[in-house]
Each structure stands twice: as structure tokens, then as C-alpha cells.
């Protein structure tokens, strides 16, 4: 499912800059970001690149967190 993209005007409200702003919304700490590199490497974190900059947006964000929720977790049996 496609997230719907907000309106133009919106788009810059929507646009995090940089992995200590991305860290900042998806940890609640800028200086997660390292994490937020390792995630982008491995896990298909939604980011992209202007430039040198990591970037991300809000609402595409909170659409992966809702699929990875929605994928569901099985804990392996012992």
C-alpha cells in the first residue's frame, strides 16, 4: 500500500534532514543516529539522499512502522 503523498505546500513539514533528525522522531534521541545509519544498511529503512544528506519523510515512516507492525513477529521455539 502506497502512502498517499501530501500536498506540496506540506512536503517540507514532511521532510526530516539528516540521520539526527530521523533518530530524533524514530527513537526520541538525535544521538541514535548511528542507528538509524545501521537500520538504513540492513533493514530497508524508507530514506533517500540529497545530496550527501540522509533523508527520510514523517509519513513515510510511520506507514513502514505500521507494515513492520502488521507483519507480526513469531518467537522461535526453545
Not at 544521538?31 to 544498511?41: I, Q
Not at 544528506?53 to 507483519?71: D, F, G, K, P, T
Request: glycine content about 6%.
Amino acid at each position: 500500500m502506497q502512502p498517499t503523498p501530501p500536498p506540496p505546500h506540506e512536503l517540507s513539514g514532511d521532510l526530516l534532514r539528516g540521520a539526527d533528525r530521523i533518530a530524533e522522531f524514530l527513537f526520541g534521541d538525535a544521538s541514535e543516529r548511528r542507528k538509524v545509519y545501521h537500520l538504513a544498511e540492513t533493514s530497508r529503512l524508507p530514506v533517500f539522499r540529497l545530496g550527501s544528506m540522509l533523508c527520510a519523510r514523517r509519513s513515510v515512516l510511520l506507514e513502514w512502522i505500521r507494515h513492520q507492525e502488521n507483519r507480526g513477529w513469531t518467537r522461535p521455539r526453545a
